[in-house]
């Protein structure tokens, strides 16, 4: 798990043994294998840029037509897939970042990820300029 540290020396095995005594101990197993069952089997959204105009448009698969923001760390096993997410949607309202140095931005980097949101909100118009 990227969640631990990609080296087994650099792991935080206090973290690994409290997260293997939760799972096995304070989770429903049933409940465990339906989640983890529904994760394996989940659709694809079926979302495509397909510019205005292009021939098929009417009828090909559709894009996300509010504004997007697409966050991801610069050490997360999931850095392609948030691309191939982008990707699919339109440039003009979707945003990507890369924070670096973390796998998890929400654990590692909060400072950056609030930053990132305030501006992001700002630019849509809901939010005032910082106060100084």
Known sequence: WHHFGRNPEERNHDL??????????GVNPTNLAMLINAYIHRNDLHLARTPP???GSETAATTLKMPVINITGSLS???DDT????GRLDPTNSSWMKISDCALVLEEQPAKLAE???LFLQGEGYVSEKPQ
């Open 77 to 79: 096993p999931h850095v």
């Open 53 to 55: 105009g292009t021939p």
């Open 16 to 25: 690994v043994q409290m997260y293997k005594q939760h799972f096995e101990r």
């Open 116 to 118: 990132a949101f305030r």
């Open 83 to 86: 691309v191939t997410f982008n």
